[in-house]
């Protein structure tokens, strides 16, 4: 009788404790949520060999991989330091018009075109293509990688 | 929160006590234990009375402990001591990672990760080779379990290959499998093959399932993705055909019926044929405190502690084991406001990793998997495991519990 009384106030208090638990674990996640806030970060990084002008010289980059944050919003990148966003490629006319959002970013190609995992995308006003986090497009000779981030 | 937790740990304690008699060393061990443990909860409790999110893990490895200790003084003298004398590693380990995590960057060295990844190969390789053989396993590298010191190091080696940049790629082309992500996978290939040599496949088990998330994780490539789960088919396949025990344990797992009607078999299905045929006499309340058999389950405070918590405590005492189980890998997927990319993956990796250990335990315990002989956290006898499991937590509180404002953050704001 003792021994049965002892098991159910062990059995009971576990019971209370794993219940008190998985509720102060379910808040903190909700928590965990609730204080983020989010921005997009650009990884760049150049698949051939990076330009060797005066304008890389004189900020001391060296052209190869830079690292961008975004925060919501709404930006042109493009090939022309008239653009927000400046995008180190030769070539032709590159200008894209970025849309970033919460969960995911909004990409159309003004002028130029770009690479995706899905295929090649030529200039299109009316095509909006989803990026997604993790995903990599190709401008040029310079590959970027958008990552979703949170910080409080 | 604390009283009750008091409450349990008195009442856990009383219920042992007075179901198993031992030798007063014994007696002496289990109480000194519980005194331990108690005083820990407390101090856990006062520390961090401010940061709760931080409480939640250690507050369970300390239940799943108590537990643990209950099973360790039910099983003699030597076994409460043993467990003892874990607790002490357990505390200082504890406390020695999390100082080192939350108040410095020395984790996050390029030269110790370094070192780490070149020691783990090295480590299963020397235990292969001129380690101890038991029961026709290599299982310690001096004294200590390779288990623990390689799932131990495996999550510092995945952040270190995961969070370094991307960029070069199989043949240049951006949607093929980067190198980080390679050198990777040939890195866990390496371990698979010490992990076979020492006939260690529990190990190789928790490595493959750890891997393979990460690896669907982070490759894009589904020709790759299709290529690597064709391969671990084919090398599980393999495994099962070539080595014997786990040949065996495959048959008891699939067919039961056959292995009990053969000769070769019938000893090592026992196991598994007590469990279904006591599962209903088990109930909810158990058969008492001393009750499973030890001639058959000869691991029963080690890899079917589930088996024992369902015979002896009942089924009320097994649900909750389980249901704190998922609770502190849910804790554990929680991240904190300032992670960076080497955090997460070190992060994740752990939480996989105790995960893919519990999971294991319960399915091979309910024998719905093969015996994969992995203990259970803190309820297991193994001290190796324990202060593996304790140092992975320690790793979570330190990265969670860091205060101030990160690089990237900081960068922004900029």
Redesign the interface.
Known sequence: MKMMILQLIAIFMLAILVIGLWLRTWKEERAAKSYDKTFWLVQMQRMGKAPKNLSYFLRKKSGIGEELHLPLGVFFAGNRWTDTIYLGVGGERVRLFLNIQKEEIVLTVLEGKIQTKNGVYEANKREQISIHDFTKIVVGDLELQFLRKKVK | ?IL??L??VL??W??TV??VTQEASAFWAYFYLIVGLAVSGILIFIAWRKR??L??GP??AL?LANLGASIAFRMGEKSISGYLKDFAYMAICFLVVFLVVRFTKIYRWKLLNILCIAALPMILYYTAFKGAEVNGSHLYFFGIMTLGIILTGYPFVVATFMAS???HYRN?N??NLSFNMMGLLIYTFLLFGGCALCNEYGLLLVLAMTATVIFFI?C?NWLTKMLYSAACLAGALLVCKVVSHVHDRVVIWLNLKAAVESEALAEKAETALYLFRNFKRMGF?GN?IGNLPESIYRTLNSDHVLVTVMND??L??AI?MI??GA?FV??ML?????MNAYDKYLNLSSALIVGFVILIHIASNLASFITAGLGYPWCSDGTSANVMFTILMAVHCGIVGRRG??E??E??ER
Do not use: D, H
């Not at chain 2, 929680?334 to 300032?338: L, R, S, V």
């Open positions: 929160m009750v937790y409450c349990y009442a856990l009383l219920w007075s179901s709760k999110n409480q939640i507050m369970i239940t940049p991307e960029k240049g951006v949607r982070r894009n309340y008492g405590y009942g009320f005492m909750f249901v704190l609770v849910r804790w929680i991240e904190g406001k300032n404002r990160n990237l953050q960068r922004y």
